[in-house]
């Protein structure tokens, strides 16, 4: 075969490969190289010896954080459902994508990252609600082939958030997705009350869910310091990119040595690291703590530095548990090794 009838095949075979990529095809290729451009720059931060800022999403907090320090967080953190799952809907909807997402897409596009967190009301209760509720049976309502209230409500849920996801994904932006957070505590309903097997069911819905509508999300597990988990049969980890640990109170705060065991666990697994949360002061009622206002900010670099220099960095709480509310949030967010917005800017976002 001569070399001018092989170019002209491998022409031929390129061009047919150009043509048969449907739209649809086309921006599934590029939001996985947006994905995939998320990771390498969240690795890049965890292997340098920076962290990125970031904060739960309150207009106030936000605008208090601005006035004090100039700057404002890297990562915004934001809630998907309505009354983070505490309150009765009143007949509203449970999930409030349409919402918070304009205001995510603009920190995104403002040089930034978006983290999206979901305190599920309890599918268990009709009208919303009972986020500290355990499941009476253990979840089987939710994994049975047969149909129920609770089964329907749950499934609801996820088909909405992942048309959230999906909406932002349209926009551009690829997000950090943390569902069931902190499920090796007991506090919530999707937590230890559960099996591991039917936390693994849980994380399974949520992931196919997203999946199933063409959704692109970095996933993170975030979980609480010095509790346990089931490696074996809890959550699968081919199906998560990052490990978090969720740190509250003033002596966690001055010692992250608390936050080793999910270090390793992260390090171990090959996945990514990060303080997924952190709050100086106690998780209930922080204004009530001695050392409330206190916390030197500046401690918190130190404190990764020696316990978690692989963490990419740390998310703050909203409200008392705020950079705004503790000591030294210039130095802290103006530090070089603090990143803040409009920094998290990378190839391929």
Same mark, same amino acid.
Request: with cysteine; aromatic share 10%; net charge positive.
């Given at each position: 075969m001569t070399r001018r009838l092989l170019c002209a095949l491998l022409a031929a075979v390129l061009c047919a490969a150009a043509y048969s990529q449907t739209p649809e095809s086309a921006h599934a290729a590029k939001l996985d190289a947006k994905r995939a451009s998320l990771l390498r720059y969240l690795k890049s931060v965890a292997d340098s010896d920076r962290y990125l800022s970031g904060q739960r999403w309150s207009k106030p907090d936000w605008d208090e954080i601005k006035a004090q320090t100039g700057k404002l967080p890297a990562i915004m953190c934001v809630e998907y459902c309505a009354y983070e799952g505490n309150q009765k809907l009143n007949g509203g909807k449970a999930i409030q994508w349409r919402e918070i997402n304009p205001v995510a897409i603009k920190h995104w596009n403002a040089g930034g990252l978006v983290r999206i967190t979901c305190h599920f009301p309890n599918p268990y209760m009709e009208d919303g609600g009972g986020l500290r509720t355990r499941l009476g049976d253990g979840g089987e309502k939710l994994f049975s082939a047969e149909s129920s209230p609770e089964k329907t409500r749950w499934l609801g849920m996820l088909a909405e958030v992942a048309n959230g996801v999906k909406d932002l994904n349209k926009r551009g932006v690829v997000p950090i997705f943390g569902p069931m957070h902190e499920m090796n505590g007991g506090w919530f309903w999707w937590g230890s009350t559960l099996s591991p097997a039917a936390q693994r069911k849980l994380w399974d819905q949520i992931y196919s869910a997203l999946e199933k509508n063409g959704c692109r999300a970095v996933w993170l597990n975030a979980l609480s310091p010095q509790i346990p988990i089931d490696e074996k049969n809890g959550p699968d980890f081919g199906k998560? %990119? /990052?490990?978090?640990? %969720? /740190?509250?109170?003033?002596? +966690?705060? @001055?010692?992250?040595?608390? /936050?080793?065991?999910?270090?390793?666990?992260?390090?171990r697994r090959g $996945?990514?690291?990060?303080? +997924?949360?952190?709050?100086?002061? +106690?998780?209930? @009622?922080?204004? %009530?703590d001695r050392e409330f206002g206190t916390y030197d900010l500046t401690e918190l670099i130190r404190q990764m530095d020696a316990h978690c220099p692989r963490a990419y960095g740390a998310v703050f709480w909203a409200g008392p548990w705020g950079i705004h509310r503790s000591k030294n949030? $210039?130095?802290?967010?103006?530090?070089k090794k603090i990143i803040t917005l409009p920094d998290a800017t990378y190839e391929g976002k």
């Amino acid at each position: 075969m001569t070399r001018r009838l092989l170019c002209a095949l491998l022409a031929a075979v390129l061009c047919a490969a150009a043509y048969s990529q449907t739209p649809e095809s086309a921006h599934a290729a590029k939001l996985d190289a947006k994905r995939a451009s998320l990771l390498r720059y969240l690795k890049s931060v965890a292997d340098s010896d920076r962290y990125l800022s970031g904060q739960r999403w309150s207009k106030p907090d936000w605008d208090e954080i601005k006035a004090q320090t100039g700057k404002l967080p890297a990562i915004m953190c934001v809630e998907y459902c309505a009354y983070e799952g505490n309150q009765k809907l009143n007949g509203g909807k449970a999930i409030q994508w349409r919402e918070i997402n304009p205001v995510a897409i603009k920190h995104w596009n403002a040089g930034g990252l978006v983290r999206i967190t979901c305190h599920f009301p309890n599918p268990y209760m009709e009208d919303g609600g009972g986020l500290r509720t355990r499941l009476g049976d253990g979840g089987e309502k939710l994994f049975s082939a047969e149909s129920s209230p609770e089964k329907t409500r749950w499934l609801g849920m996820l088909a909405e958030v992942a048309n959230g996801v999906k909406d932002l994904n349209k926009r551009g932006v690829v997000p950090i997705f943390g569902p069931m957070h902190e499920m090796n505590g007991g506090w919530f309903w999707w937590g230890s009350t559960l099996s591991p097997a039917a936390q693994r069911k849980l994380w399974d819905q949520i992931y196919s869910a997203l999946e199933k509508n063409g959704c692109r999300a970095v996933w993170l597990n975030a979980l609480s310091p010095q509790i346990p988990i089931d490696e074996k049969n809890g959550p699968d980890f081919g199906k998560m %990119d /990052v490990i978090g640990c %969720d /740190v509250y109170g003033f002596k +966690s705060a @001055n010692n992250l040595g608390a /936050v080793k065991d999910k270090a390793e666990i992260a390090e171990r697994r090959g $996945k990514i690291f990060t303080l +997924s949360e952190f709050g100086a002061y +106690s998780a209930h @009622n922080p204004q %009530d703590d001695r050392e409330f206002g206190t916390y030197d900010l500046t401690e918190l670099i130190r404190q990764m530095d020696a316990h978690c220099p692989r963490a990419y960095g740390a998310v703050f709480w909203a409200g008392p548990w705020g950079i705004h509310r503790s000591k030294n949030a $210039k130095e802290f967010m103006n530090d070089k090794k603090i990143i803040t917005l409009p920094d998290a800017t990378y190839e391929g976002k």
